[in-house]
């Protein structure tokens, strides 16, 4: 599986519990199946004021947390680090929701299960 520890029910999406980097950079590779550092860099630094060494940084934690899994390669100027997907999007997805429900279900059991329920039927 992939880890995280921090949720924020306030945020939307992949934000939920990764950083806005993090999760601008999972949605790149999602797109892509693979990609350098390099090629992140050159997508993400018109819109953010980063270097390339916080991109690799961040797919190097992205690995650390089993997201994504990277391979060395040859390339013009030598080794490279190739970066491909580990989890797709929707395991990552479920994964989530299913931590989240667990954590409510033990925590709040009879609350949740009602909760749940009543929006099961609203849906």
Same mark, same amino acid.
């Given at each position: ?5 921090? /949720?924020? %029910? ?9 950083? %806005? !980097? ?5 949605? $790149? *590779?999602?797109? @892509?199946?693979? &990609? ?7 997508? !993400?630094?018109?819109?953010? +004021? *980063?270097?390339?060494?916080? $991109?690799? &940084? *961040? ?7 089993? !997201?994504?899994?990277?391979?060395? +390669? ?10 491909? #997907?580990? *989890? ?7 994964? #989530? #929701?299913?931590? #989240?429900?667990? +954590?409510?279900?033990?925590? /709040? @059991? ?12 609203? &849906?």
């Amino acid at each position: 599986m992939f880890g995280w520890t921090d /949720y924020n %029910p306030h945020r939307k999406g992949l934000r939920t519990v990764l950083s %806005p !980097l993090e999760s601008e950079v999972m949605t $790149i *590779i999602w797109r @892509e199946n693979h &990609a350098t550092a390099r090629t992140v860099y050159t997508l !993400l630094k018109s819109k953010h +004021s *980063i270097n390339r060494s916080r $991109i690799n &940084a *961040i797919m190097n934690s992205l690995c650390k947390r089993g !997201l994504l899994k990277s391979s060395l +390669s040859k390339g013009r100027g030598g080794l490279r680090y190739v970066y491909k #997907v580990k *989890i797709s999007r929707k395991r990552f997805e479920q994964g #989530v #929701v299913d931590k #989240v429900l667990d +954590s409510l279900l033990e925590s /709040y @059991e009879n609350t949740s299960k009602k909760l749940m329920q009543e929006k099961l039927r609203r &849906a």
